[in-house]
């Protein structure tokens, strides 16, 4: 069995960006993960001291994780969202999920 993999991806926003569209953005990011592969789950969060932004996205694997990767940057859902991100603050990594636990996992074990 292949071990799940989170994808942690920290950025800033272009000085000139709008933090509200920004948000808004994630509709887009929604509609394009649940029509990928793998993908299990994701949630964004911003250090307010730092303005740094993380994006962690759990996948089924390293395969999927990577193949989404591709067609993140192809795709028009994601457009409007990667506009407002400054592509020299972007830092992403890949790792393997060796331990993990959420009370879903206990209903779905049953």
């Given at each position: 069995m292949s071990e799940n993999v989170v994808e942690i991806v920290s950025f800033k926003l272009y000085d000139y960006a709008d933090e509200n569209q920004f948000m808004q953005t994630n509709e887009g990011m929604t509609t394009f993960l649940q029509n990928q592969p793998g993908?299990?789950?994701?949630?964004?969060?911003?250090?307010?001291?730092?303005?740094?932004?993380?994006?962690?996205?759990?996948?089924?694997?390293?395969?999927?994780?990577?193949?989404?990767?591709?067609?993140?940057?192809?795709?028009?859902?994601?457009?409007?969202?990667?506009?407002h991100i400054d592509n020299n603050s972007v830092d992403m990594k890949h790792l393997p999920v060796k331990w993990q636990y959420y009370p879903e996992m206990q209903k779905n074990a049953s």
């Amino acid at each position: 069995m292949s071990e799940n993999v989170v994808e942690i991806v920290s950025f800033k926003l272009y000085d000139y960006a709008d933090e509200n569209q920004f948000m808004q953005t994630n509709e887009g990011m929604t509609t394009f993960l649940q029509n990928q592969p793998g993908f299990l789950y994701r949630s964004l969060v911003k250090n307010e001291q730092t303005s740094v932004w993380t994006d962690i996205v759990y996948w089924e694997d390293q395969g999927k994780a990577e193949a989404a990767g591709k067609a993140f940057m192809e795709s028009d859902a994601t457009r409007a969202m990667i506009k407002h991100i400054d592509n020299n603050s972007v830092d992403m990594k890949h790792l393997p999920v060796k331990w993990q636990y959420y009370p879903e996992m206990q209903k779905n074990a049953s």
